[in-house]
């Protein structure tokens, strides 16, 4: 859940009321939130970098509160204060506006070809005569950052860019263009870099290095420029310091670049519905037309407000309430969404805002009801059906099991379920295009490049850190692995597999025997030959050592090995002394 960071005082303020710390912890819950932390900014600043930097740092209070992912309009304190003023039924919802120029001439917004292949579309809007100031600006910022991370995905899928428009002429250009044809002087800087100076530049910048990645492998890069040829932004990294908004801004020039069309429309929503309050005519936003490459014009912001129906047997139904069709709309007035009866008063016709994108489904809206109904107010009632719930067979087994393996004396390990390509590749002898791992798009470090395919590489590294302990080691995990499957919904799969590992003076391989025969012996497994239980045949396998490596047959079906590592295995693990290794599937033991 994203967290809202805002002053007490100034909301109060905002909120014309004051409250006890427990009173808002209670207001937050009621309206579906959680105040999280109540602290300061000299608080945070001692407890993450020492009290001697927090010393000036400021002491007002300030409040921590998680929102829902989806509740975007609750990401700044203007959203907060205005659905919260609605909640206590203050006043009423506000209704947004799409308004047209004083002149009749919207800004429009060219697109060129060259885009799709990069970021193909974008969205503008325009906030007219608004008022800022310090705080104002600050929060404006925030909105935008705060979106960045949630759902615009780290810039991937949306950027936005803000600018003075009074700096700036029209009609604007979005173009795509090859990095070294496009030079400007970026936001912040004092001197103008060639798109291609700037990725370098920023790649020691701590806070714009991780889109650099979004466009740098791209053959063109996406950039805005007005009709004077003056760069508004360089999407998704950075904006130009031409048209830098400020806190005496007035008129304010908003374009959202994206690679998702519908989310880049729930943004500009988002900005616009929050910040035209502090506009001349409040809650109005202008108009801005999009020329698509085909020639065919868009108007954007939407402000689309659509009507759901919900039958009010199901809202009773669902909530667990029996209340009248009345009652409930007038409860849905407290969370933002007007609605009024259908002539027979069997249904809510409820009109959501353009605030409300997270509002998709009827059962959202019967949602709310229990939100603003209150859920301290719906009785408790025993279910009319009954259910049993239980363990899932193959997460009970691998319990009884663990416990069992414990018992002969094996310490159970817990490894990470993402390794370095190396790990499951080359470390275990085998090359990477034989192995059917899940890869991990953009790795933050190379330890954790895909999915384990095998539990073995995790349980090496635990005896490498562990060669001071007294020998033998005696290791086992129980876990899932991940494995590429074409047939699989989402391309992957999880497999549950047992591996446990003896590393010593001598390689144990009798103990590993013993091990299997056990576990054998638990599932009522018979040691045969005619196919009706299990067996070992001799194998080979690049990863154990020849001559030493053995298949686990069970019911004529191969689920395992049973081997001494290769030497040079151990080597890759840095480990020196003989190891001897059971690695089972758990699918045909159930």
Same mark, same amino acid.
């Given at each position: 859940?994203?967290?809202?960071?805002? /002053?007490?005082?100034? +909301?109060?303020? %905002?909120?014309?009321?004051?409250?006890?710390?427990?009173?808002?912890?209670?207001?937050?819950?009621?309206?579906?939130?959680?105040?999280?932390?109540?602290?300061?900014?000299?608080?945070?600043?001692?407890?993450?970098?020492?009290?001697?930097?927090?010393?000036?740092?400021?002491?007002?209070?300030?409040?921590?509160?998680?929102?829902?992912?989806?509740?975007?309009?609750?990401?700044?304190?203007?959203?907060?204060?205005?659905?919260?003023?609605?909640?206590?039924?203050? *006043?009423?919802?506000?209704?947004?506006?799409?308004?047209?120029?004083?002149?009749?001439?919207?800004?429009?917004?060219?697109?060129?070809?060259?885009? %799709?292949?990069?970021?193909?579309?974008?969205?503008?809007?325009?906030?007219?005569?608004?008022?800022?100031?310090?705080?104002?600006?600050?929060?404006?910022?925030?909105?935008?950052?705060?979106?960045?991370?949630?759902?615009?995905?780290?810039?991937?899928?949306?950027?936005?860019?803000?600018?003075? +428009?009074?700096?700036?002429?029209?009609?604007?250009?979005?173009?795509?263009?090859?990095?070294?044809?496009?030079?400007?002087?970026?936001?912040?800087?004092?001197?103008?870099?060639?798109?291609?100076?700037?990725?370098?530049?920023?790649?020691?910048?701590?806070?714009?290095?991780?889109?650099?990645?979004?466009?740098?492998?791209?053959?063109?890069?996406?950039?805005?420029?007005?009709?004077?040829?003056?760069?508004? &932004?360089?999407?998704?990294?950075?904006?130009?310091?031409?048209?830098?908004?400020?806190?005496?801004?007035?008129?304010?020039?908003?374009?959202?670049?994206?690679?998702?069309? @519908?989310?880049?429309?729930?943004?500009?929503?988002?900005?616009? @519905?929050?910040? !035209?309050?502090?506009?001349?005519?409040?809650?109005?936003?202008?108009?801005?037309?999009?020329?698509?490459?085909?020639?065919?014009?868009?108007?954007?912001?939407?402000?689309?407000?659509?009507?759901?129906?919900?039958?009010?047997?199901?809202?009773?139904?669902?909530?667990?309430?029996?209340?009248?069709?009345? /009652?409930?709309?007038?409860?849905?007035?407290?969370?933002?969404?007007? &609605?009024?009866? !259908?002539?027979?008063?069997?249904?809510?016709?409820?009109?959501?805002?353009?605030?409300?994108?997270?509002?998709?489904?009827?059962?959202?809206?019967?949602?709310?009801?229990?939100?603003?109904?209150?859920?301290?107010?719906?009785?408790? $009632?025993?279910?009319?059906?009954?259910?049993?719930?239980?363990?899932?067979?193959?997460?009970?087994?691998?319990?009884?099991?663990? !416990?069992?393996?414990?018992?002969?004396?094996?310490?159970?390990?817990?490894?990470?379920?993402?390794?370095?390509?190396?790990?499951?590749?080359?470390?275990?002898?085998? &090359?990477?295009?034989?192995?059917?791992?899940?890869?991990?798009?953009?790795?933050?470090?190379?330890?954790?490049?895909?999915?384990?395919?095998?539990?073995?590489?995790?349980?090496?590294?635990?005896?490498? !850190?562990?060669?001071?302990?007294?020998?033998?080691?005696?290791?086992?995990?129980?876990?899932?692995?991940?494995?590429?499957?074409?047939?699989?919904?989402?391309?992957?799969?999880?497999?549950?597999?047992?591996?446990?590992?003896?590393?010593? /003076?001598?390689?144990?391989?009798?103990?590993? *025997?013993?091990?299997?025969?056990?576990?054998?012996?638990?599932?009522? $497994?018979?040691?045969?030959?005619?196919? #009706?239980?299990?067996?070992?045949?001799?194998? #080979?396998?690049?990863?154990?050592?020849?001559?030493?490596?053995?298949?686990?047959?069970?019911?004529?079906?191969?689920?395992?090995? +049973?081997?001494?590592?290769?030497?040079?295995?151990?080597?890759?693990?840095?480990?020196?002394?003989?190891?001897?290794?059971?690695?089972? %599937?758990?699918?045909?033991?159930?």
């Amino acid at each position: 859940m994203p967290t809202v960071d805002v /002053k007490r005082d100034e +909301l109060f303020a %905002a909120l014309k009321q004051t409250f006890t710390d427990e009173e808002f912890d209670e207001l937050c819950f009621q309206f579906g939130l959680e105040l999280d932390e109540v602290t300061s900014e000299k608080e945070m600043i001692a407890r993450e970098q020492g009290t001697d930097r927090a010393r000036e740092a400021s002491e007002d209070v300030i409040y921590k509160i998680d929102v829902p992912a989806n509740r975007y309009d609750l990401l700044c304190i203007e959203g907060l204060v205005q659905s919260l003023q609605v909640f206590l039924q203050r *006043h009423s919802a506000v209704q947004y506006r799409r308004v047209e120029p004083a002149d009749g001439q919207r800004q429009k917004i060219v697109v060129q070809a060259d885009t %799709a292949k990069v970021r193909p579309h974008v969205v503008g809007a325009v906030l007219r005569n608004i008022t800022l100031d310090e705080t104002r600006l600050k929060s404006f910022i925030k909105l935008q950052d705060k979106l960045h991370q949630n759902i615009c995905r780290k810039r991937t899928l949306v950027a936005i860019g803000t600018h003075d +428009l009074d700096t700036l002429e029209g009609p604007f250009s979005y173009e795509a263009l090859p990095p070294d044809q496009i030079v400007f002087k970026p936001l912040s800087e004092t001197k103008e870099f060639s798109a291609t100076e700037l990725m370098s530049h920023y790649k020691g910048e701590s806070h714009l290095k991780q889109y650099l990645h979004i466009i740098e492998d791209k053959p063109v890069y996406p950039v805005i420029y007005d009709k004077n040829r003056v760069v508004l &932004s360089m999407p998704p990294i950075i904006n130009g310091e031409h048209s830098k908004m400020t806190a005496t801004t007035k008129n304010v020039f908003i374009e959202c670049t994206a690679t998702d069309l @519908t989310k880049a429309i729930v943004v500009l929503n988002t900005l616009v @519905t929050m910040f !035209s309050m502090y506009c001349k005519e409040p809650f109005t936003v202008e108009a801005v037309d999009v020329v698509r490459v085909d020639g065919s014009v868009c108007t954007y912001p939407e402000l689309v407000y659509r009507k759901e129906s919900v039958p009010v047997a199901d809202v009773n139904g669902k909530v667990g309430i029996n209340e009248s069709a009345e /009652k409930l709309s007038s409860v849905l007035t407290r969370m933002c969404l007007t &609605s009024e009866l !259908s002539a027979d008063k069997s249904a809510i016709e409820v009109t959501i805002p353009p605030t409300r994108a997270d509002v998709m489904h009827a059962c959202d809206i019967i949602e709310d009801v229990a939100i603003a109904y209150g859920y301290d107010n719906i009785e408790a $009632v025993v279910p009319q059906t009954c259910t049993i719930g239980k363990q899932l067979p193959m997460n009970k087994l691998s319990d009884l099991l663990r !416990s069992e393996i414990a018992q002969a004396g094996f310490s159970e390990a817990l490894t990470f379920t993402l390794c370095s390509r190396a790990d499951v590749s080359t470390a275990l002898n085998h &090359s990477m295009e034989s192995v059917p791992a899940v890869h991990i798009g953009n790795p933050k470090t190379l330890e954790f490049q895909v999915a384990r395919t095998t539990l073995l590489p995790g349980i090496l590294k635990t005896i490498a !850190s562990n060669r001071n302990v007294a020998l033998p080691l005696k290791l086992f995990e129980i876990s899932d692995i991940v494995v590429r499957d074409e047939k699989a919904e989402v391309g992957a799969k999880n497999l549950r597999r047992l591996c446990a590992v003896h590393y010593g /003076k001598r390689p144990g391989f009798e103990v590993m *025997h013993g091990l299997l025969d056990r576990l054998m012996q638990l599932r009522e $497994v018979p040691c045969t030959k005619d196919g #009706s239980g299990y067996c070992l045949e001799a194998s #080979s396998d690049p990863t154990y050592f020849p001559g030493r490596c053995a298949s686990v047959v069970v019911r004529g079906e191969k689920v395992g090995m +049973l081997a001494v590592l290769h030497p040079e295995v151990l080597k890759n693990f840095e480990l020196n002394l003989p190891c001897a290794v059971l690695d089972l %599937a758990m699918e045909p033991l159930l």
